[in-house]
C-alpha cells in the first residue's frame, strides 16, 4: 500500500504564510511526478503546484509568484510553502502522487487533505 500524509494546515490572515507537507510511505518502486490540488467548497479541485515527471514545476496561474514547491532529494516529500495568502486561496489542499508501486500497476494517490483558511 502507499500513503501520503498531509500536514501545515490551518488559519491565517490575509497576506500570512503557511507550509504544507506531504509525506509518501509504503511499497513505493518510484514517484513518477508529485505535487498539491485543491478544492474549494462548490467547486472543482484544480492543481496547485506540481512537479511533472520531467522534474518541472507547473503552477497555477493564480499562486504564481505567491506559492512555492519544494521536495525532498529522495523525492517523497513535498512542500508548498504559501505566501501572500488571499481568502481566495480558502481550501482543502490534497496531495497527489503518480506511483509505481512494486510489483502493482501505476496509479494516482491521493492525500485525506488538509483545511486552509485565509480569514481576518
Known amino acids: 500500500q502507499v500513503h501520503l500524509v498531509e500536514s501545515g494546515g490551518g488559519l491565517v490572515q490575509p497576506g500570512g504564510s503557511l507550509r504544507l507537507s506531504c509525506a509518501a510511505s509504503g511499497s513505493i518502486f518510484s514517484i513518477n511526478a508529485m505535487g498539491w490540488y485543491r478544492q474549494a467548497p462548490g467547486k472543482e479541485r484544480e492543481l496547485v503546484a506540481t512537479?511533472?515527471?520531467?522534474?518541472?514545476?507547473n503552477y497555477a496561474d493564480s499562486v504564481k509568484g505567491r506559492f512555492t514547491i519544494s521536495r525532498t532529494s529522495a523525492k517523497n516529500t513535498v512542500y508548498l510553502q504559501m505566501d501572500k495568502l488571499k481568502p481566495e486561496d480558502t481550501a482543502v489542499y490534497y496531495c497527489n502522487a503518480d506511483v509505481s508501486p512494486f510489483g502493482s500497476r501505476r496509479f494516482m494517490a491521493w492525500g485525506q487533505g488538509t483545511q486552509v483558511t485565509v480569514s481576518s
Open positions: 512537479f511533472t515527471s520531467g522534474d518541472n514545476t
